[in-house]
């Protein structure tokens, strides 16, 4: 007899109650036997909304910490990339189109929804493919698709590009902020100061990566790496798994999300992003800085495609800080924790925005804001 | 606040810095500042409320933007113990509509008119030119006759318990299900309904209703914030007793949204005296199955609205913020 699969059960058992206890009480086990203090990097910003949502953190022994990481894409988004889609936005004839809350990121003086509110046309789609009905839509006018996040989106990006080429659609250009998971990994860990032990590993990056890209960590960084789904189960099993690693004296990249993460990833999609995309030789990365290697670009080949190229005298090259008070580098880099900002919850809101952590749901300031990491 | 967002018209943060600071601060009244679904006057005899509706599609599973424009006004009187009397109609619509339409929306306004006994007595039309407005906008205005004192948001204490009327969500998630095109092999549709026949049957059997409201725009999150600020309260609510059916919860998973800043037309929260609350729940539960038993007030974070998980951890549930956007991965 054949069966539906209905959605409810790729997650119910995943935030099982019972599930979620009996391992909060198999980590405290564990945790009495650390010989020191363990703090754990989810890289993630889905990581870090999962465990505040879930309130996870109050699961935890005193000796296990969460440092939340750089893993969202709109909080790393510099300001003077933002700057550049208000630009392109206030263009005659172009309608700008990017992903769910970019629309709400600050730039230098204001957001993309602030734009639109002063009429320029912005869009934000669910998937990038929703671009080929935009501008069937309105053949006079340019779509430009501002392409933001990690290994997750990039294949969608791809797709979009080759039905562009294959279609021969004239009026769909991009603007590439496709960014990469290992190089701000590896940038943390060699500031001498940082305090990561073990990395949380993002599910959906490596469901298209696969768990290859960490290898390097254990072997030359000497810190252990277990790749965890989005489910509060997930993050509480994967933090166990973390814990015995250390425990047992072992040090390796685990899987726990191995449902959807193999070794090798989606080897299609990766091949598809290579065909389109070269590593950028830097990125800034808002709150943290420049990171080489970091991001990606359009091949010189498909330069016709890049909006950066073709709109490259109104693009504004200035590199913009942010504001002084707001510490989200040293917040990203696991220094501090949100609540020690000064500004956090006053000067600095999810509505208003000063600093990288707090723009973005995914945002390790706007989670804490959101679900009371006072608590 | 410099220009008008789309994010001053969410229901939740930015949408009350935009009526205190602008509305409240010109229009500042007694009856207003007590900011209740509808306003009572007349020494508490009359119930008072207007609302303006637009929505795309204007026909959607469920209702139409005709039942909405009665529902929406109706249960704003309803909430404050009141029973729908008059209606005003006011009707902006852009060159080019379809008469037929018009009927159909009109009709569906008649319908539930007598649903809940109450007439349209006074009404305007205008027609403006194309792309002036987006299709159809409908204002109603309301007056209802009080048939129980002193139900208000601001009055809720330790002694009430917090219920909710039926599962959460279903309006918001069906109308930006196909907003987006996105296809369900289920049936998903709005809970727009009339809310006086099932208060009425609250009042009639004396069940102590301290306070009502219906969860529209902002959903429930947006209520339960509002009333423990006005009540000057904590609201504890536990997750796993708040009602949200499969499809809504997995539109959620989809696209990353909460059910509880969705939005709802026929689906409200009461507070009522404790020692009423199973009675009230019975009552709620022959109109639909899925009311729930979700919280109560405390003293352990005033004017904030705890979230307590099944598995002994705490969060806040706060006031939904900015524009509904679907999240990037």
């Known amino acids: 007899m054949s069966k539906t699969l209905q959605l409810k059960e790729l997650y119910t058992e995943f935030r099982n109650p019972d599930t979620i206890k009996s391992y909060a009480s198999l980590i405290k086990q564990e945790a009495k036997k650390l010989e020191r203090d363990v703090s754990i990097m989810e890289v993630c910003g889905g990581h870090t909304h999962t465990i505040m949502k879930y309130g996870l953190l109050q699961l935890l022994p005193k000796n296990v910490h969460f440092i939340h990481g750089p893993g969202c894409p709109v909080c790393i988004m510099p300001k003077e990339r933002v700057d550049h889609a208000i630009a392109l936005s206030k263009q005659p004839d172009v309608i700008l189109v990017t992903l769910g809350d970019m629309i709400k990121v600050p730039g230098s003086e204001a957001s993309l929804q602030d734009a639109r509110a002063k009429g320029a046309d912005v869009r934000f789609v669910y998937s990038p493919t929703d671009c080929l009905k935009i501008a069937e839509q309105n053949p006079d006018k340019t779509v430009i698709f501002f392409a933001i996040g990690?290994?997750?989106?990039?294949?969608?990006?791809?797709?979009?590009?080759?039905?562009?080429?294959n279609k021969n659609i004239k009026n769909i250009l991009f603007h590439i902020n496709h960014v990469t998971v290992p190089e701000p990994m590896r940038v943390l860990l060699?500031?001498?100061?940082?305090?990561?032990?073990?990395?949380?590993?993002?599910?959906?990056?490596?469901?298209?990566?696969?768990?290859?890209?960490?290898?390097?960590?254990?072997?030359?960084?000497?810190?252990?790496?277990?790749?965890?789904?989005?489910?509060?189960?997930?993050?509480?099993?994967?933090?166990?798994?973390?814990?015995?690693q250390f425990n047992e004296n072992r040090c390796e990249v685990e899987?726990?999300?191995?449902?959807?993460?193999?070794?090798?990833?989606?080897?299609?999609?990766?091949?598809?992003?290579?065909?389109?995309?070269?590593?950028?030789?830097?990125?800034?990365?808002?709150?943290?800085?420049?990171?080489?290697?970091?991001?990606?670009?359009?091949?010189?080949?498909?330069?016709?495609?890049?909006?950066?190229?073709?709109?490259?005298?109104?693009?504004?090259?200035?590199?913009?800080?942010?504001?002084?008070?707001?510490?989200?580098?040293?917040?990203?880099?696991?220094?501090?924790?949100?609540?020690?900002c000064k500004v956090f919850g006053n000067a600095c809101k999810p509505s208003s925005p000063l600093g990288s952590c707090m723009v973005s749901s995914e945002g390790a300031c706007a989670a804490y804001y959101k679900y009371g990491g006072i608590l | 606040m410099k220009q008008i967002k789309l994010a001053h018209g969410n229901g939740g943060e930015e949408n009350n810095e935009l009526i205190s600071k602008i509305f409240y601060k010109a229009f500042k009244n007694e009856i207003l500042e007590k900011s209740e679904d509808a306003a009572i006057i007349e020494d508490g005899k009359l119930a008072f409320s207007t609302d303006s509706f637009t929505v795309t599609p204007?026909?959607?599973?469920?209702?139409?933007?005709?039942?909405?424009?009665?529902?929406?006004?109706?249960?704003?009187?309803?909430?404050?113990?009141?029973?729908?009397?008059?209606?005003?109609?006011?009707?902006?619509?852009?060159?080019?509509?379809s008469i037929d339409e018009l009927k159909k929306i009109v009709s569906s306004m008649q319908k539930e008119l007598e649903i809940n006994g109450a007439?349209?007595?006074?009404?305007?039309?205008?027609?403006?030119?194309?792309?002036?407005?987006?299709?159809?906008?409908?204002?109603?205005?309301?007056?209802?006759?009080?048939?129980?004192?002193?139900?208000?948001?601001?009055?809720?204490?330790?002694?009430?318990?917090?219920?909710?009327?039926?599962?959460?969500?279903?309006?918001g998630a069906t109308i930006f299900a196909a907003r987006e095109g996105i296809e369900l092999t289920s049936e998903l549709k709005s809970d727009c309904t009339s809310?006086?026949?099932?208060?009425?049957?609250?009042?009639?059997?004396?069940?102590?209703?301290?306070?009502?409201?219906?969860?529209t725009r902002g959903g429930l999150s947006a209520v339960l914030n509002e009333w423990a600020k006005q009540s000057n309260i904590c609201?504890?609510?536990?997750?796993?007793?708040?009602?949200?059916?499969?499809?809504?919860?997995?539109?959620?998973?989809?696209?990353?949204?909460?059910?509880?800043?969705?939005?709802?037309?026929?689906?409200?929260?009461?507070?009522?005296?404790?020692?009423?609350?199973?009675?009230a729940?019975?009552?709620?539960?022959?109109?639909?199955?899925?009311?729930?038993?979700?919280?109560?007030?405390?003293?352990?974070?005033?004017?904030?609205?705890?979230?307590n998980s099944a598995w002994g951890t705490q969060r806040f549930l706060d006031m939904p913020t900015g524009e509904l956007l679907p999240r990037i991965c």
């Not at chain 1, 073709?310 to 220094?335: M, R, V």
């Not at chain 2, 039942?67 to 009141?82: E, F, I």
């Not at chain 2, 729940?281 to 979230?307: C, R, W, Y």
């Open chain 2, 119 to 171: 007439k349209v007595v006074s009404g305007d039309t205008k027609v403006v030119p194309r792309g002036s407005v987006d299709k159809i906008f409908i204002n109603t205005t309301g007056i209802g006759k009080v048939l129980k004192s002193g139900i208000s948001s601001n009055s809720i204490t330790d002694e009430d318990a917090i219920i909710v009327s039926r599962d959460i969500g279903c309006h």
């Open chain 1, 255 to 340: 899987v726990e999300y191995s449902r959807s993460v193999s070794h090798d990833g989606n080897v299609v999609a990766q091949k598809l992003n290579d065909m389109f995309f070269e590593r950028r030789d830097t990125f800034r990365w808002r709150g943290v800085g420049e990171i080489p290697k970091s991001a990606l670009k359009l091949k010189d080949e498909y330069s016709y495609l890049d909006a950066e190229v073709t709109y490259a005298e109104i693009l504004p090259n200035e590199k913009i800080d942010d504001h002084k008070l707001c510490i989200c580098g040293d917040i990203l880099k696991g220094k501090a924790n949100p609540i020690e």
């Open chain 1, 190 to 244: 060699d500031d001498d100061e940082n305090k990561i032990d073990a990395f949380i590993g993002p599910a959906h990056v490596s469901v298209i990566t696969g768990s290859k890209i960490y290898d390097e960590f254990p072997r030359d960084y000497k810190k252990p790496v277990v790749v965890s789904g989005f489910e509060p189960v997930d993050v509480i099993h994967s933090v166990l798994m973390i814990l015995k």
């Open chain 2, 58 to 97: 204007l026909f959607f599973a469920g209702a139409d933007i005709g039942k909405l424009a009665v529902c929406g006004t109706c249960n704003d009187l309803a909430m404050m113990g009141a029973q729908p009397k008059y209606l005003t109609c006011s009707v902006i619509v852009e060159e080019g509509f």
């Open chain 1, 150 to 165: 990690f290994e997750t989106t990039t294949p969608m990006t791809s797709a979009l590009i080759n039905q562009v080429i």
């Open chain 2, 281 to 307: 729940l019975e009552i709620l539960q022959k109109f639909n199955k899925n009311a729930s038993i979700i919280g109560k007030l405390t003293d352990l974070h005033v004017k904030k609205v705890i979230l």
């Open chain 2, 195 to 215: 809310l006086y026949p099932i208060v009425k049957k609250l009042l009639d059997e004396d069940i102590h209703v301290t306070a009502m409201r219906d969860a």
């Open chain 2, 235 to 279: 609201i504890e609510v536990d997750e796993d007793k708040i009602p949200v059916c499969d499809e809504v919860m997995g539109l959620c998973e989809l696209l990353g949204f909460d059910a509880t800043s969705l939005a709802n037309e026929g689906t409200f929260l009461l507070a009522v005296k404790t020692q009423d609350a199973k009675k």
